[in-house]
Nanobody, 126 residues
């Protein structure tokens, strides 16, 4: 069983920056793909960024050049650095580990499962 705990959300003005963190429990961290997803009010959850076990990354077009996903396997932590934030980035941001992100990256899901955090709210004011 893997638990994912997100942090770092908050209220920020347009043009500002935030860094989200996702700390994962469990011993399979280094072999799992991870991803950040978001869900705005009244909208479906969408992929923001994903990272493979080897560190290869992929981004949604809407965040390319503004957001950066990274991982620190020694700290069991995945980060999402968000710069030049826009009001349309307002959403609950969720961390994923496993099948969903592995599929998005086109890699095998070596961890065998699919886990989600409870989310952290990011609000960008205009």
């Amino acid at each position: 069983q893997v638990q994912l705990v997100e942090s770092g959300g908050g209220l920020v003005q347009a043009g500002g920056s935030l860094r989200l963190s996702c700390v994962a429990s469990g011993s399979t961290f280094s072999i799992n793909a991870f991803g950040w997803y978001r869900q705005a009010p009244g909208k479906q959850r969408e992929r923001v960024a994903t990272i493979s076990p080897g560190g290869k990354t992929n981004y949604a077009d809407s965040v390319k050049g503004r957001f950066t996903i990274s991982r620190d396997d020694a700290k069991y932590t995945v980060y999402l650095q968000m710069n030049s934030l826009k009001p349309e980035d307002t959403a609950v941001y969720y961390c994923n580990s496993g099948a969903t992100s592995a599929q998005a990256m086109g890699v095998l899901n070596l961890g065998g499962m699919d886990y989600w955090g409870k989310g952290t709210l990011v609000t960008v004011s205009s």
